[in-house]
């Protein structure tokens, strides 16, 4: 059993120290090869890159949840955040390093994560030549964990694919375990987690 942390799964981005030394046409935004772990309420860095590196400071940047036509959760335009085209949910979740875009780094922060963010999410930078392959990576189950008197509740996030998974309890006939708010005190979990058998399970 091994819980990994996000700064050991990807190596640091080397930057370009002249942005404009390569062609954007010769770019491809890249992602990690492996799950992100982000933990319920706190903050997440979904890692990602030009390579090789260009200033994409000037390029639109589009992460949206899925494919194409799902809802963007953050639009980079024009030199600035379309904040208007951002779905309601993420409104103040989602921000970006503005300083490391002409490094080529177009990686998105997630803060406050909650259960609802389970899904898919997609980095596209339409003005790229060459066209990026959209991956989907198979769901890995996270649960919640008992350690101690503290309970640790765990998400998976994978980028270009971020895949948020359900939590289940290990009663007779497992249900989903509904949304747990940041406001909940470890009182509240406690109390709502009484009952349940719970293990930490991280590939």
Known sequence: MVLFLISHLFPPFKSCKIPTCFSPGLSQVVGPSQPVLATVCGDVLLPCRLEPAVDASDMSIEWSRGGRDSPYVYVWSEKEEQESLKHPDYKGRTSMLFSKLKFGDVSLNLSKVKLSDEGKYRCFIPTLEVL?????????????????????????????????????SNKTEPEPLKLLLCRKTITDLLSSLFSFHLILVCC
């Open 132 to 168: 990026q392959s959209v991956y989907w990576l198979i769901h890995i189950p996270a649960v919640v964990s008992q350690v101690g008197c503290f309970f640790l509740i765990h998400v998976i996030i994978s980028v270009e694919v971020v895949s948020i998974v359900l939590i289940r």
